[in-house]
């Protein structure tokens, strides 16, 4: 008898075990209704932009301000939350922007601006409009593995996620405003978005 009753609940909690992944499988999903995403170039790319005569300029309706880090004085674009939805346990979904930012080559006149970010989480990247087209490319990956993450009832922080240049967008860069100082993994700096719904 005791046996059998052993047997019995080493079966139970087999079962729990193996339907847990099957109840989780399916994602909570929330509507994005606003917020903001906060993008600071690293010191030293701002740096080696500028003295290369490129000059990035932040696009209405995004907001552009001088920032530090490090003690070393960079620049901060800040892009409001237009709409997408995210998905928990994963954590996943689409954060979609408005306003842009338009790379300028002071020493040809010539320019670039991607615009209206789609934040992909589930594809960890980012993609703009290219300016006057319907083209939308990838710009940067998203490392994940330096966020800090918060979930909250009606907004979700994520942190310190780092952005590493496309290859498509290095190309891109280059190609338009005739310069060399793009690479494909280039670290360009950090992005915090606060997604509120």
Excluded: C, W
């Amino acid at each position: 008898m005791k046996r059998t009753v052993l047997i019995s609940a080493a079966s139970a909690v087999a079962a729990l075990v193996i339907a847990a992944p099957t109840a989780s499988a399916t994602p909570h999903t929330v509507h994005i209704k606003g917020g903001h995403t906060s993008v600071t170039v690293a010191p030293a790319i701002a740096k080696a932009l500028l003295s290369n005569g490129i000059v990035p300029i932040v696009t209405r309706p995004g907001k552009p301000s001088l920032t530090t880090v490090g003690d070393q004085p960079t620049l901060k674009a800040t892009y409001p939350v237009t709409g997408g939805s995210l998905t928990t346990s994963p954590l996943g979904g689409k954060i979609k922007h408005s306003g842009g930012l338009k790379f300028t080559n002071v020493f040809n006149g010539r320019s670039l601006e991607v615009k209206n970010f789609t934040v992909d989480l589930t594809k960890a990247r980012l993609t703009g409009l290219v300016a006057g087209t319907k083209t939308r490319v990838p710009v940067f990956k998203l490392d994940l593995s330096t966020a800090h993450v918060k979930l909250g009832k009606h907004r979700a922080d994520a942190t310190n996620v780092t952005l590493k240049l496309t290859k498509e967008a290095a190309g891109a860069l280059n190609t338009t405003l005739k310069t060399k100082v793009f690479s494909t993994g280039l670290t360009v700096g950090t992005a915090d978005t606060r997604p509120t719904f």
